[in-house]
């Protein structure tokens, strides 16, 4: 009898034990998906999510996301912080499991999108492929007058239609003078005026004869587009 109620005290003891010693995994897995498919356009933000499994709660490593690019170049986006290929960041997966981030393509062709993330044991990553094409900015002007007196201002609009973002545009004179406001901001200066869809544009001209306004509408990627733009000032 003695001996029966030794063993259960064990039995007890080693139940309790394993109850304690709780094992934790540190090994989990990563996936990474495009919400916007496998194509994409230079300069156009693609949103695209990692996503962490497995991942014990108790397991305190400390986690680190890499980005990588091969074939291609680009940044990615995380809560408005700008990451470069092979820049490391940290980011909380034990309160939520997916990273939702946007990557922006900064050359044309395939891109390959490498996302590793590595706790002080386990490295984990997933790859996801993009065709990059070029960028297209289409730009037209509506109501530009043919004839105006030297006197007056002109308004106009230049109409903007792309998938890019920040695109900007300037303004020079290739024959004439004066001034070119667009959305109320001086486009002579060189440095470029935000644009929206549909922009505003006003001439004041500061001489007579034909005036021949060269407008350059560009962003950080892709390759600028020119449009002049002519009027008659007379006196």
Known sequence: MKKLITALCALSFLSSCDDELKLVSRDFSVT?????GNTAVVGKPVNCILTISDLDPDNGDQILTRFEIRDGDG??????????????????????????????????????????VASELVTRSDSIK?????????????????????SEEAEFYLQLDTELYGVKASARFVKGSGRVYISG??????????????NLVMFRPEATGQ??????????????????VTIQVNQ
């Open 185 to 198: 901001y001086d486009a002579t200066r060189g440095e470029g005026v935000a644009l929206e869809k549909n």
């Open 130 to 150: 993009l065709k990059v094409s070029s960028p297209e900015i289409n730009i037209r002007f509506q109501n530009v007058p043919d004839l105006m007196l030297v």
């Open 32 to 36: 990474l998906k495009s919400i916007d």
């Open 75 to 116: 940044v990615i986006l995380v809560d408005n912080n700008e990451y470069s290929p092979g820049e490391t960041f940290e980011y909380d997966f034990k309160a939520n499991n997916r990273l939702d981030f946007d990557f922006i393509p900064a050359t044309e062709g395939e891109a390959y999108i490498v996302m590793g």
């Open 211 to 228: 005036a021949v306004i060269e407008f350059t509408v560009s962003s950080k990627y892709g390759l600028p587009v020119k449009e002049n």
